[in-house]
């Protein structure tokens, strides 16, 4: 798909009702909403959320799906600190019922060429687009190539761990590595791209900081532009 099939959808707008709300460990918290018929997405895309319960200054925020569309939910998860912005403030009064509405799904971030090994790397909470993408992949159940995921965290609570434990034990070609420091990721990240080169597709979420110093890092090893997708969490500090 082109850019501007992955964009246009931005016009379409959908009531979403939120089935259930998880506190998932310190200040990470995860919105189930229900998913009607109509509405589908690539695995991986994001959408674009806007409070509609109440009045709120800045009302919209884009986030990316963490479910994978054949799991019938949309599965948001985000950072809540003790004094977040209104928005998240509104967030977190929603309860099951209540509505909020989504744009989208947009976004160039899913698999086009899963026939290839695929590094997906997220640092924090860029993990949210690999879940819903490696769920996608482990449903298809045909793999044609060996992904690894390489997530890295501050804290060691790592968001969705259990869930990606169990999809990499069943599934042999969904290969799963936590890192907590920055050095030993980067040193496996550029033995991976040593050894796959440009056979290879890298693709990366996060912070701005994360995703553009992991792609100067992909770049220093020889791998082209058009074998990196970048998904640059913009207003996400971690
Ligand atoms: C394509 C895309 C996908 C995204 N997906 C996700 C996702 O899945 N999950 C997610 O949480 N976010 C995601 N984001 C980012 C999200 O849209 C918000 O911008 C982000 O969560 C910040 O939310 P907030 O502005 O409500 O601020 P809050 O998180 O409430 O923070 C309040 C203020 O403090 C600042 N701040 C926050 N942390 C720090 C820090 N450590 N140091 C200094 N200042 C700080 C923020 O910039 C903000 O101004 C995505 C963004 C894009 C573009």
């Not at 998880?22 to 895309?45: P, R, V």
Request: proline share 5%; glycine share 6%.
């Amino acid at each position: 798909m082109g850019f501007i099939q992955d964009i246009r959808p931005v016009f379409n707008k959908t009531k979403i009702k939120l089935r259930d709300k998880i506190h998932e460990a310190n200040d990470i918290y995860t919105f189930i909403f229900d998913k009607s018929d109509a509405l589908n997405w690539k695995a991986g895309q994001h959408g674009v959320f806007n409070i509609t319960h109440r009045k709120v200054a800045n009302p919209t925020r884009p986030f990316s799906i963490a479910s994978a569309p054949f799991e019938n939910k949309i599965q948001l998860s985000m950072q809540i600190s003790e004094s977040p912005s209104e928005f998240k403030q509104a967030m977190l009064e929603l309860e099951p019922g209540m509505e909020m509405d989504m744009r989208g799904p947009i976004g160039p971030m899913y698999v086009d060429t899963p026939q290839q090994p695929i590094l997906f790397i997220a640092a924090g909470l860029g993990i949210t687009p690999f879940r819903a993408i490696l769920k996608d992949l482990a449903n298809r159940n045909t793999y044609e190539a060996v992904y690894h995921l390489f997530y890295i965290n501050h804290s060691e609570v790592f968001l969705y761990a259990d869930e990606l434990d169990e999809l990499s034990s069943k599934h042999p070609s969904i290969r799963v590595q936590y890192y907590q420091d920055r050095n030993i990721l980067y040193k496996d990240i550029s033995n991976y791209a040593t050894y796959q080169g440009n056979q290879g597709y890298y693709y990366v979420a996060g912070s701005q900081a994360m995703v553009g110093s992991i792609s100067d890092l992909l770049r220093s090893n020889n791998i082209k532009k058009g074998h990196i997708k970048k998904d640059i969490f913009r207003g996400y500090k971690s």
